[in-house]
Each structure stands twice: as structure tokens, then as C-alpha cells.
């Protein structure tokens, strides 16, 4: 199975951060540069998807939220962050029998 | 517009089956699968299998075979989580999915999510 990491697990920050979260598959391959996605998860609360396919955002989701890949480093980056962002996020790789990261909570500062 | 609607809170004693629904609407039900996650509490989420909505064909993640079974019923638009021999170890959220256009393990609209506790 691929597995994917993720760094930080946790951060603070304050509204109006631009934060970033990274994510790395292992082993490392190309054909799992576009199956790669991020999850939001607010306490209680289901995930939604907000980027699929490492940089398309889904319908719905806000313009602040964007993702990219660097070699074998997916990101995921917030932009001016908002009160409702504070939550954990979650990479997955959906090439083939898909894995999680094992996510990063972004908390007030 | 899409929708996925689980069934409400169980509370099981060891030992017991328990069934998730999974009520899909607002597009045809056929054109995507449905993935089913446990997340444990306090934990991150695991992918436990998908069926497919055309065959009705379930597959399972390693770990989730034997007391896991998924079901259709193409008629009400619903998928189906049955869980046998329940121990406390299955006490967790399992949240269903509808399956992405990108692939069928990339989840574009979840269930609300449905908590089973097991316990004495």
C-alpha cells in the first residue's frame, strides 16, 4: 500500500494566516501525482473534499483553499484564514487502494 | 443537488449486528460507487471498501473482511453497512461516500456520518 504522511500534525494560527500543510506518498510515484485530494474536517462534523486531484478545487469549496505538488510533496495551502478553518485535514492518495494521512488540526494560536 | 443521508446513532451490546443506511439522491445512482470510512473516535479516517452501485460487488479493505458486509438496494437509492459479532473495538463514526468523477476512491460527498457505540 502507498502511505501517506503528513507534517505538521498540528499548528496554530491566527485568522488571517496563510498556513500550510504538506504531504508525501511513499513510495513515491508519478502515477499517484493526480490522484492526490484534501479533506476538511471540523469537529463533529464529516469531511468534505475541498482539492482533488492535488490542485483542482472542488465545487463549492472557497478561492482561499489551493493545493500543489513539488516532486513527491503535495501541499495544501490556506490563504487569509477564516474562523470556520480551524479544523483537521486530511491528505489521501486515491490511486489505487486508497490511505489517509494521519492528518493535521489547525487550532487557534 | 447531491445528497448522502445516514441512519441515526446505534447503541449495540457485544455481540450484536448492527446496519448503517446510506440514502443517496439528486443523481443517477448507478453512475457512482459508495465508499464506506471508520473513523475511531479521537482517530484519523481508514477506508473500509466500496461497492459497486452497477454489480451490487462489494470490496473490502484488509481488516474489514468477515464481519463486514455491504449492500444495495437500487430500488430506494440506498447503501447498507452490516456489522456482526460487534465488540467494542468497532466503536467508531462510519461515514459513507459517493465516489468522485476523478476515481471511484475519491470521496466528493459524505454522510453525515453515523456513531455505533458498543458496550454493556
Known amino acids: 500500500d502507498i502511505q501517506m504522511t503528513q507534517s505538521p500534525s498540528s499548528l496554530s494560527a491566527v485568522v488571517g494566516d496563510t498556513v500550510t500543510i504538506t504531504c508525501r506518498a511513499s513510495?513515491?510515484?508519478?502515477?499517484?501525482?493526480?490522484?492526490v485530494n484534501w479533506y476538511q474536517q471540523r469537529p463533529g462534523k464529516a469531511p468534505i473534499l475541498l482539492i482533488y486531484?492535488?490542485?483542482s478545487l472542488q465545487s463549492g469549496v472557497p478561492s482561499r483553499f489551493s493545493g500543489s505538488v513539488s516532486g513527491t510533496d503535495f501541499t495544501l495551502t490556506i490563504s487569509s484564514l477564516q474562523p470556520e478553518d480551524f479544523a483537521t485535514y486530511y491528505c489521501?492518495?486515491?490511486?489505487?487502494?486508497?490511505?489517509f494521512g494521519p492528518g493535521t488540526e489547525v487550532n487557534t494560536k | 443537488q447531491v445528497q448522502v443521508v445516514q441512519s441515526g446513532s446505534a447503541l449495540k451490546m457485544p455481540g450484536a449486528s448492527v446496519r448503517v443506511s446510506c440514502k443517496a439522491s439528486?443523481?443517477?445512482?448507478?453512475?457512482?460507487?459508495i465508499n464506506w470510512v471508520r473513523q475511531a473516535p479521537g482517530q484519523g479516517l481508514e477506508w473500509m471498501g466500496w461497492?459497486?452501485?452497477?454489480?451490487?460487488?462489494?470490496t473490502y479493505a484488509v481488516g474489514f473482511t468477515g464481519r463486514f458486509v455491504f449492500s444495495l438496494d437500487t430500488s430506494v437509492t440506498t447503501a447498507y453497512l452490516q456489522i456482526t459479532n460487534l465488540g467494542p473495538a468497532d466503536t467508531a463514526f462510519y461515514f459513507c461516500?459517493?465516489?468522485?468523477?476523478?476515481?471511484?476512491?475519491?470521496?466528493?460527498?459524505w454522510g453525515q456520518g453515523t456513531l455505533v457505540t458498543v458496550s454493556s
Open positions: 461516500a459517493r465516489a468522485h468523477d476523478l476515481s471511484t476512491y475519491t470521496l466528493g460527498n
Open positions: 439528486g443523481y443517477p445512482f448507478r453512475d457512482y460507487a
Open positions: 461497492i459497486n452501485t452497477i454489480t451490487g460487488v462489494p
Open positions: 513510495p513515491a510515484s508519478p502515477d499517484v501525482i493526480n490522484y
Open positions: 486531484g492535488a490542485s
Open positions: 489521501q492518495q486515491s490511486y489505487t487502494t486508497p490511505t
